[in-house]
């Protein structure tokens, strides 16, 4: 499945490709990821959310936000593309 036939924003051809693949390289070192949406930051409408629904334990997902953040920040610096991906664990139980 396009992981980016669902969004519902406007972007260009260089943003989707860049989105794609920041998601395969994630996915491909957390295979346990799925992306369950796209959303803009609420206080910066040209930031992309990626929202990625993760299933494994609080360290892993620890993990997996720092190498997300690295590449995330690699494609801002490289394109001027601010991309995030935001986690959602619904292993996780709030205390």
Not at 18 to 42: C, D, M, S, W
Not at 83 to 89: A, F, G, K
């Amino acid at each position: 499945m396009n992981t980016l036939q669902m969004i519902p924003l406007r972007m260009n051809h260089k943003q989707r490709e860049l989105i794609e693949e920041l998601f395969q390289t994630v996915h491909a070192k957390y295979p346990q990821t799925r992306i369950t949406g796209y959303e803009l930051n609420p206080e910066d409408k040209e930031h992309i959310w990626v929202i990625v629904e993760v299933m494994m334990d609080e360290d892993t997902e620890i993990e997996l936000r720092a190498f997300a953040a690295d590449l995330c920040t690699d494609i801002l610096l490289d394109y001027g593309y601010a991309v995030s991906i935001m986690t959602e664990n619904p292993t996780l139980v709030a205390t």
